[in-house]
């Protein structure tokens, strides 16, 4: 039973816009969520988390949203650059030491 | 320097064979863990040690054994191999817990199956 999920298995998006990552989960006792890139051939890269008692976190290019009456969050990048082309996973942990994982979003980002 | 690193990269073998894979890690962690992804690309956790402790037992096969000689190795063997044992396997690892500090990757080890 997936209890994160990643609806969109891929997104195209030309260089230079923005591109938004969704992610919905059902666990109500989800206290921390991740994401996660990965490039062919490597493991996947931690990338930007928020804690459930925050709406919403930033990195320079990456800003996470959560919405926790909705249990769902979402992924923003701008601008996108051709380096961001990736699998995106989002993760998800009830404040131990498992964390449940989504299925990924393949971005490509169009020159 | 690699931070967490798996051998081998690559394994090919056939059915009923037994197999180990290694995995260390240099970022002083104690924390450790085995990911399974499989066809579908899911990321599911398997096992986990703390301070070469088994925190985390998935409901996993017992021909899958998880052995921690130190809080810097966590190696997995695995007995009479089977098709659907064909996957890539993670290795992960994370400073307290993992809730909270994110976890670091290995680049994977594919195996498969014959």
């Known amino acids: 039973d997936q209890q994160v999920k990643q609806n969109s298995p891929s997104l195209s998006v030309q260089e230079g816009r923005i591109s938004i990552l969704n992610c919905d989960y059902t666990?109500?006792?989800?206290?921390?969520f991740l994401w996660y890139k990965k490039y062919p051939a490597e493991g996947p890269t931690f990338l930007i988390s928020?804690?459930?008692?925050?709406d919403k976190n930033e990195d320079g290019r990456f800003t996470v949203f959560l919405n926790k009456s909705a249990k769902h969050l979402s992924l923003h990048i701008v601008p996108s650059q051709p380096g961001d082309s990736a699998v995106y996973f989002c993760a998800a942990s009830e404040g131990d030491y498992k964390l449940s994982f989504g299925a990924g979003t393949t971005v490509t980002v169009r020159a | 320097d690699t931070a967490v690193s798996q051998t081998p990269k690559y394994l090919v073998t056939q059915m009923g064979n037994d197999k180990s894979i290694k995995c260390e890690q240099n970022l002083g962690h104690d924390t450790m863990y085995w990911y399974k992804q499989d066809s579908k690309k899911f990321l599911k956790i398997m096992f986990s040690y703390n301070n070469k402790e088994l925190i985390i037992n998935e409901t996993v096969p017992n021909r899958f054994s998880p052995k921690s000689p130190d809080k810097a190795h966590l190696n997995l063997h695995i007995n009479s191999l089977e098709l659907g044992d064909s996957a890539v396997y993670f290795c992960?690892?994370?400073?307290?817990?993992?809730?909270?500090?994110?976890?670091?990757f290995g680049d994977g080890t594919r195996l498969s199956i014959l």
């Open positions: 992960a690892s994370s400073q307290g817990s993992g809730g909270f500090q994110p976890q670091h």
């Open positions: 928020i804690s459930s008692i925050k």
């Open positions: 666990n109500s006792m989800f206290d921390y």
